[in-house]
């Protein structure tokens, strides 16, 4: 039976799903920053490790990083990003 370090501290045991891809949380994201061809990064983050950047849009560190670069370069205006709706079936 797999067991989560959770971030606020304690161990909790069961099968709760994929551990975070930089720590042994929970998963609860994946990284939505898009590489190609409809694809996103898909790694899988913590709520300590996933970087809220929109509306139901999460990115790990390293795209955090890129995305940042991104919008310092004048790559994007905030008003847009506060305009994305997530997507629902």
């Known amino acids: 039976m797999p067991c989560y370090h959770l971030n606020e501290g304690g161990i909790i045991c069961g ?3 994929p551990h975070c891809s930089d ?5 609860e994201y ?4 898009p590489v190609g ?6 790694r899988r983050l913590c709520t300590t490790h996933a970087h809220e950047v929109g509306i139901d ?3 790990c560190s390293n795209h955090l990083s890129e ?3 991104f919008v310092e370069s004048g790559g ?4 847009v990003l506060e ?3 997530p997507f629902k079936k």
């Open 30 to 33: 994946l990284c939505d920053f």
């Open 23 to 27: 720590c042994l949380d929970v998963c």
């Open 15 to 17: 099968e709760l799903g």
């Open 37 to 42: 061809k409809g694809k996103t990064c898909d």
């Open 76 to 79: 994007v205006i905030k008003a």
């Open 57 to 59: 849009l999460h990115y």
């Open 67 to 69: 995305w940042q670069h």
């Open 83 to 85: 305009n994305i709706k």
